[in-house]
């Protein structure tokens, strides 16, 4: 090459690499890459997201398109909705084509698949039962307690190895012929089997002790683990959902779906409780009780919001009474929320780190969940099923948030 032409590529090299980045000056043609079809259990899905949700998820399964019912919700809220997807939902689904590898025979022969519905299902066994740690304070240490139904162990067992013992108390014996009064049910919503609390207006009671209510619920008690209960200065959480029957009907009296309850001491009435109310309008109401047995609505939304609707709920407390000269010590602070587990809409919360919630003579604080109604006001009732789920309890450092 001459002087001269050497001196040309010198200075126009960086002009014509410039141009061929830029896609204006033609290249050599790169060659076609053969393909592959990839079918049946083979299929990658094409949006890395899509790997890293089913990497989190610990029981699978797939079904095709259009067999489940939607939406399709995991623990943690609703897949994706379809237009987030990398692949749009579609009658012909075209497969994925990807570069052929070695050793991989290309396959022409394969019939496409339905792009598959991801359904989480629970494992035969979600529940954890930590050590008995009997250490008061925040320190404690061990795992978040879980209660899931899953639709084939016996339901009274489930429950019992969660919250240990018999933490069951039902109207069985009041109304034999029915059979256990909580039971599971596959739920088309959830995708999954939930537990349903059953109650009838007669004959069922509260455990043939008491007469004018009537009592279905489990909870925390003296023969559950140490971990369940929440002693001075403990920090619980708490986290579940439930569903009302669009025609819940409650009574001018108590109906309790929720209830935190000391052991000891002045343990009459709740420290705290969810009570849906007769009204103008009916109301969901966040009731407190204080030492003196006195109770404050504290907060309270339309009971119409809840009905026909599964709500998760999130519960933390402090057990500690207010703080002042008459009651030293640790201060009891208390926040809830729900939450339409659809829409992830607020419907009614309560916050406040400055309450009593602890009484002379109390051993411990539990929670109970179900339902457990006056009969005082018989004529406003009706049989009711009470759905719940997704149970978790936590303390110290295992914030089931």
């Known amino acids: 090459m001459g002087l001269r032409s050497r001196a040309a590529v010198y200075l126009l090299g960086p002009y014509i690499a410039l141009l061929a980045a830029c896609g204006t000056l033609p290249l050599a043609p790169i060659a076609t890459p053969t393909t592959e079809i990839i079918t049946g259990a083979d299929i990658v899905p094409p949006d890395p997201g899509y790997q890293s949700q089913i990497a989190q998820v610990p029981s699978l399964k797939t079904v095709p398109r259009g067999t489940a019912t939607q939406p399709v919700v995991t ?115 959830l995708g999954k089997d939930i537990f349903v609390f059953h109650i009838h207006v007669s004959p069922d009671n509260d455990r043939c002790l008491k007469f004018d209510r009537q009592r279905n619920e489990i909870k925390a008690y003296g023969k559950s683990p140490s971990y369940l209960k929440g002693f001075f200065g403990d920090t619980v959480t708490y986290r579940w959902r439930f569903k009302l029957d669009e025609g819940f009907q409650p009574s001018k009296n108590f109906t309790h779906i929720h209830q935190l309850k000391g052991v000891g001491g002045n343990d009459s009435k709740p420290v705290s409780a969810l009570t849906p ?99 005082n006001s018989k004529e406003y009732l009706r049989d009711e099923k009470v759905r719940f789920d997704q149970f978790c309890l936590g303390k110290g450092i295992d914030d089931c948030r």
């Not at 598959?116 to 629970?122: A, C, D, E, H, R």
């Not at 190895?161 to 933490?167: I, K, M, R």
């Not at 204080?290 to 309270?300: L, Q, W």
């Open 75 to 189: 623990a943690g809220g609703p897949w994706p909705s379809e237009s987030s997807r990398s692949v749009p939902p579609s009658t012909s689904y075209t497969p994925q084509t990807h570069q052929a590898q070695p050793n991989i025979r290309p396959n022409t022969t394969a019939t496409p698949v339905p792009y598959p519905t991801l359904i989480v299902l629970p494992t035969a066994r979600q529940t954890t039962t930590p050590p008995d740690v009997t250490s008061t304070g925040n320190n404690r240490t061990g795992a978040t307690v879980h209660l899931i139904a899953d639709g084939q162990t016996d339901t009274y067992a489930l429950i019992s190895s969660a919250l240990g013992g018999n933490p069951i108390e039902h109207g069985d014996c009041a109304h034999p012929e029915f059979g256990p009064h909580i039971t599971q049910e596959w739920d088309a919503i």
């Open 277 to 375: 109310r007769i009204g103008d309008p009916e109301v969901l109401e966040i009731g407190y009780g204080d030492s003196d047995g006195n109770k404050t609505v504290v907060a309270s939304s339309p009971l119409s919001l809840f009905k026909g609707a599964w709500v998760e709920v999130y519960e933390k407390v402090t057990y500690g009474y207010q703080g002042n000269l008459w009651s030293p010590g640790l201060t009891g602070s208390y926040w809830i929320e729900l939450r339409n587990l659809m829409s992830g809409d607020l419907l009614l919360s309560y916050e406040t780190v400055k309450l009593d919630l602890w009484r002379p003579g109390f051993e411990f604080v539990r929670p109970k969940w179900g339902i457990y109604r006056s009969l």
